[in-house]
C-alpha cells in the first residue's frame, strides 16, 4: 500500500507546478504551425498562384511543354482545353493544368 501513496505524492506535486508547463506545451504547438505555414503552405500556394499566371497568358503560337513530357505548339486555346501541334498534322488535345512551362519561340524544332 505504501507505493500507492508516495505516486499520489508525486502526482499532487507535480500538479502544483503546471503555470509554466502549460504555457511551453501551447507555445510548441504554435511554433510548430507558424513553421509548417512559412516553409511548406506559404511556397506551395506561390507556385499555385505563378501556375494560374502562366497558364492564364497562353496563347495561340506559345510553345509549351507538358508535364508528361511532350513538346508542341499551341494551336487552339479553349476556357479547359487547348490543342497542341506535337509534330506536322499531328495535334493532340490536352487539359490546360497539364501545361509545366512555356518554352522560347524556336525551342521546338531545335529539339
Known amino acids: 500500500m505504501d507505493f500507492l501513496i ?8 507535480g500538479a502544483a507546478g503546471g503555470g509554466p508547463s502549460m504555457l511551453n506545451t501551447l507555445l510548441l504547438p504554435a ?22 499566371e502562366m497558364l492564364s497568358k497562353v496563347a495561340v ?11 508542341g505548339k499551341v494551336t487552339e486555346v479553349g476556357e479547359q482545353f487547348l ?4 509534330a ?3 495535334k493532340i488535345k490536352l487539359q490546360k493544368f497539364q501545361v509545366a512551362q512555356v518554352l522560347p519561340k524556336g525551342t521546338v524544332r531545335s529539339a
Open 61 to 71: 503560337g506559345d510553345e509549351i511543354a507538358t508535364t508528361g513530357g511532350m513538346l
Open 6 to 13: 508516495n505516486s499520489a505524492n508525486a502526482q499532487a506535486t
Open 88 to 90: 506536322d498534322g499531328v
Open 31 to 52: 511554433l510548430l504551425l507558424v513553421v509548417f505555414y512559412f516553409l511548406l503552405i506559404r511556397p506551395q500556394s506561390k507556385r499555385a498562384k505563378e501556375q494560374r
Open 83 to 86: 490543342t497542341l501541334e506535337i
